[in-house]
């Protein structure tokens, strides 16, 4: 009887002790619940450095366009910066204001 009494106490002393190592390893610094928020953040992080290597390709194909592809180039200059060529006249005209008629 009394070795019974001893291996029952035994048993919910363990249980016990497990119970509060469970408890302290979700609910503690650094446990269970910093994994699963460390677990995001690292997903998060992982689609940021995707789109930042789309990037860093794309202006990698723009620079190397730039060092060799003429036709880019001449695209570039008229389209974004206003450029001419030697050959051609450039005509601007002013805005009529709304006030004006024909």
Known sequence: MQKELFQRILFISVLGVMGA???MIVYSENGFNDWRGLCKDVQRIEAV?????????ELARTIERLKTDMDYIEHVA??????????????????????ETL
């Open 49 to 57: 450095n995707q789109e930042l290597e789309l990037a860093n390709r």
């Open 78 to 99: 008229r389209h974004e910066l206003g450029m001419a060529a030697d050959n051609e006249i450039v005509f601007r005209f002013k805005e009529r204001s709304g006030s």
């Open 21 to 23: 190592i469970g408890f």
